[in-house]
């Protein structure tokens, strides 16, 4: 009962990604989310990373210029942005999502 519970409030990671646009959100009604401007991205790059060292498990994780958007999984894209930072995109095929966000870049710049 207590693990359906969860399930319905906390779901999993959904990524969006739109012309000028990164949208990711955690759980099935969207109250985490976080949107980040395509124009802003630096460099992408697909990893597989230790979620638990690195970052102390799943979830919103992370502090300053360096976080993680996870829902499991130990695979990732890391996008680097203007500033530096670096925000850890968790994705069950993080190579498809890579590709997608370059082709978009690709067309707008």
Do not use: C
């Amino acid at each position: 009962m207590l693990g359906a519970a969860i399930e319905v409030f906390l779901g999993g990671l959904t990524t969006e990604v739109h012309r000028d646009y990164l949208r990711l959100h955690l759980g099935r009604f969207a109250l985490l989310r976080k949107q980040v401007p395509l124009s802003k991205v630096k460099h992408l790059e697909s990893v597989t990373y230790r979620p638990l060292r690195e970052f102390g498990g799943w979830g919103i994780r992370g502090f300053g210029r360096r976080q993680a958007w996870t829902a499991r999984g130990n695979k990732a894209v890391v996008v680097t942005l203007e500033d530096g930072s670096q925000l850890y995109v968790g994705s069950d095929n993080p190579q498809h999502l890579e590709s997608r966000l370059r082709a978009i870049l690709q067309t707008s710049g």
